[in-house]
């Protein structure tokens, strides 16, 4: 059982930066992943980054890779997402997943969700 609450969005004008959190409680299996998704009004969710929990091997999208950093901190049970050089079409619900499926890249591929944090990119 794992519980995910994340926190860190907020409105940016175009070209800024913004790091989100992702808090973690209970126990995660050697196998875990956490990954971030993300939402805009319309659209279907999309997948922007995972991590490897034990080992922190990261991936990401093609649409953020270069920009986003997707890290942890064991001691604190967070992971996070550094975003730069935001642009307007980074604007959308921004949300944590765990699961513990290999190389996840799918929502249906994750076992648990946070609520959401809202970013919004200004031009």
């Known amino acids: 059982q794992v519980q995910l609450v994340e926190s860190g969005g907020g409105l940016v004008q175009a070209g800024g930066s913004l790091r989100l959190s992702c808090a973690a409680s209970g126990r995660m299996s050697s196998t875990y992943y956490v990954g971030w998704f993300r939402q805009a009004p319309g659209k279907e969710r999309e997948f922007v980054a995972r991590?490897?929990?034990?080992?922190?091997?990261?991936y990401y999208a093609d649409s953020v890779k270069g920009r986003f950093t997707i890290f942890r901190d064991v001691a604190k049970t967070t992971v996070y997402l550094e975003m730069n050089s935001l642009k307007p079409e980074d604007t959308a619900i921004y949300y944590c997943?765990?699961?513990?499926?290999?190389?996840?890249?799918?929502?249906?591929?994750?076992?648990?969700w946070g609520q959401g944090t809202q970013v919004t990119v200004s031009s």
């Open positions: 997943a765990a699961g513990q499926r290999r190389r996840p890249t799918l929502s249906i591929e994750y076992d648990y």
């Open positions: 991590i490897m929990w034990s080992s922190s091997t990261p």
